[in-house]
């Protein structure tokens, strides 16, 4: 009967339930931010008179052993201690005596665990935006030399317009430019202090909430404790961020899936990130970004549990909420590990700028160049010069060329209005410099773009 709820209790737990509910052999991740909580709030408690100064000195010493324990591997983390929070006030108090009962005074699990959650998922966001720049860098290394080079722009993966590989990076550096926000923006709404609301509906003692606050780095107190203790929108955030930022993520390694295969030829990915084949010698594949894109469904698996959990909950706290933490924990171990091998493989690719521009030379990728001429040289109206134009490209197929390769007898031929400077406006270097617009792909309009993602990763 060593539990420290057993005061009701006439029988002992049964072992089956101790295995059943106890969450301290995933929640001890949690010991740092557990045992810096409780500094802050012992450390309030005597400043408030609620402790003397030796009680204080004897729970701070007390404190700082277990953490030391915990991280020489002495610790022992017992089922039968339920979670983190009880396994090491139980330590404490074997270590220090009576002084370690009276820490949990105007404090509950409730609150404690709380505090400890979220302390712990405000600084996983940060840490993520620091990978997620790093990220970040590593792409515009590869953008930057590539402002010039083709590559074949495509919407229902078919040709449509050259563009330069620089810009369609460009397009996923503008993703993680937004995910960084996201996470930035969680972080800021949710550095608020859940410490003092105690069960659920704060405490007759008299303590100091802003003075906890303030020593465990919160911008300020939360307004509604009955809300605090039942809150897990923090996790939630964190987990919708990361899932968001997976999918970018997995967009980017489908396209480097594809962009590896013969048949594309864009990159090859470096010995050193691919994996070869148990049977077929010749094989070197791209584990690397098939394996991102396969971790996202697993992101997304926490994101959906976790909102789940929540949604039949009454106020305020109930042990569903227990369930909040291991999707936590693996999505964010997800994330750092994705984001890392990532730029590494990225870092590391070979672009083969030579095929990508190869590849624009299919697929009729000048054809709205052609209609664009039309509108604006021989003031047809836009739908006509579609039409004209598709005659064009059938012309191309029929002489199984690339409309930029077409002769203009042909284009004569197809209407009379059309004159000889239009086969400038069908060389594939001139239509992707064209697209002058604000975000446009031209190399100018490229090299802006990723000026303004230095800016941003400098700021
Ligand atoms: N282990 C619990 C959790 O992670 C801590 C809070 C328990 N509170 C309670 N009243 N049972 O959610």
């Known amino acids: 009967m060593d539990k420290m709820w057993s005061g009701r209790f006439l029988a002992s737990a049964s072992n089956l339930l101790d295995e059943f509910n106890a969450s301290i052999m995933f929640d001890r991740k949690l010991y740092q931010e557990d045992i810096e909580g409780s500094l802050a709030h012992a450390a ?5 008179g609620i402790l003397t100064k030796e009680e204080l000195t004897q729970i701070t010493d007390g ?8 991280e020489s591997g002495e610790f022992e983390w017992n089922i039968s201690d339920e979670d983190l929070h009880m396994g090491i006030e ?3 108090t074997a270590i220090i005596g009576d002084a370690g009962k009276k820490l949990h005074t105007a404090r509950s699990r409730n609150d404690q665990v709380a505090v400890d959650f979220r302390r712990f998922v405000l600084k996983r966001n940060l840490e993520i935006v620091d990978a997620l720049k790093l990220l970040m860098k590593e792409i515009l290394v590869v953008a930057d030399k590539h402002t010039e080079t083709l590559i074949p722009g495509m919407t229902h993966l078919q040709h449509a317009q050259p563009t330069n590989f620089g810009f369609h990076l460009g397009a996923y550096l503008s993703m993680f430019k937004r995910d960084i926000a996201r996470f930035e923006d969680s972080y800021k709404r949710n550095n608020v202090s859940p410490l003092g609301c105690a069960a659920l509906a704060g405490t007759p003692h008299n303590i100091d909430r802003n003075m906890t606050a303030e020593l465990l780095g919160f911008d300020s107190v939360s307004t509604n404790c009955l809300d605090t203790v039942s809150d897990r929108d923090f996790a939630l955030e964190i987990l919708f961020n990361i899932s968001t930022m997976m999918m970018h993520i997995s967009r980017l390694s489908e396209e480097l899936v594809m962009w590896s295969s013969y048949e594309f030829s864009f990159v090859e990915l470096s010995d050193e990130y691919s994996t070869g084949s148990s049977i077929m010698p010749q094989k070197k594949n791209p584990d690397v970004p098939e394996l991102l894109r396969g971790k996202t469904g697993r992101v997304y698996g926490s994101l959906m549990g976790l909102l789940t959990v929540m949604k039949g909950l009454p106020l305020a706290y109930n042990k569903d909420t227990q369930e909040d933490k291991e999707g936590v924990f693996d999505s964010v171990e997800t994330a750092l590990i994705s984001l890392e091998i990532l730029k590494e493989a990225i870092k590391t690719m070979e672009v083969k700028a030579h095929n990508m521009e190869a590849a624009c030379s299919v697929g009729h990728l000048a054809a709205t160049d052609l209609a664009d001429y039309l509108v604006e040289k021989c003031d047809i109206p836009f739908r006509e010069a579609h039409f004209i134009t598709g005659r064009a490209v059938a012309k191309s197929e ?14 004569k031929e197809i209407d009379s209005r059309i004159s000889e400077d239009v086969l400038d406006f069908l060389v594939l270097r001139t239509s992707m410099n064209a697209r002058t617009s604000e975000g446009g792909t031209s190399t100018a309009r490229t090299k802006e773009q990723l000026e303004s993602f230095k800016t941003f990763l400098q700021g």
């Not at 404190?63 to 915990?70: F, G, R, S």
């Open 44 to 48: 309030m408690l005597a400043k408030q």
């Open 63 to 70: 404190l700082n052993q277990v953490k030391a324990e915990i």
């Open 90 to 92: 139980k330590r404490l």
């Open 398 to 411: 029929e002489l199984k060329i690339d409309l930029s390769d077409i002769e203009f007898k042909y284009l």
